[in-house]
């Protein structure tokens, strides 16, 4: 871990992808999908969280590939 403060951005992101891993996880292992529990099964709710976690993955990859770090903090994808 580095002192370095990460920004809002890379915050959000980390956030929806742990949220997710978990989510699945959690799906995994107790067929709980507790995005779904709290928000209801394909609503508009839970479909944004899961659009958001998928989006999340999908800005990490192309930082992973493309990017390298963050332009706002330099945090490393
Ligand atoms: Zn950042």
């Not at 928000?39 to 609503?43: C, K, P, S």
């Given at each position: 871990m580095e002192g370095k403060k990460t920004c809002f951005f890379c915050k959000i992101v980390d956030a929806l992808l742990i949220i997710g891993a978990l989510n699945w996880g959690l799906l995994a292992a107790a067929q709980v999908d507790l995005v779904a529990k709290l928000?209801?099964?394909?609503?508009v709710a839970s479909r944004v969280v899961y659009g958001l976690v998928g989006l999340a993955g999908l800005v990490k990859l192309i930082g992973c590939l493309c990017i390298k770090e963050c332009p706002a903090c330099k945090k490393q994808q």
């Open positions: 928000l209801g099964g394909m609503t």
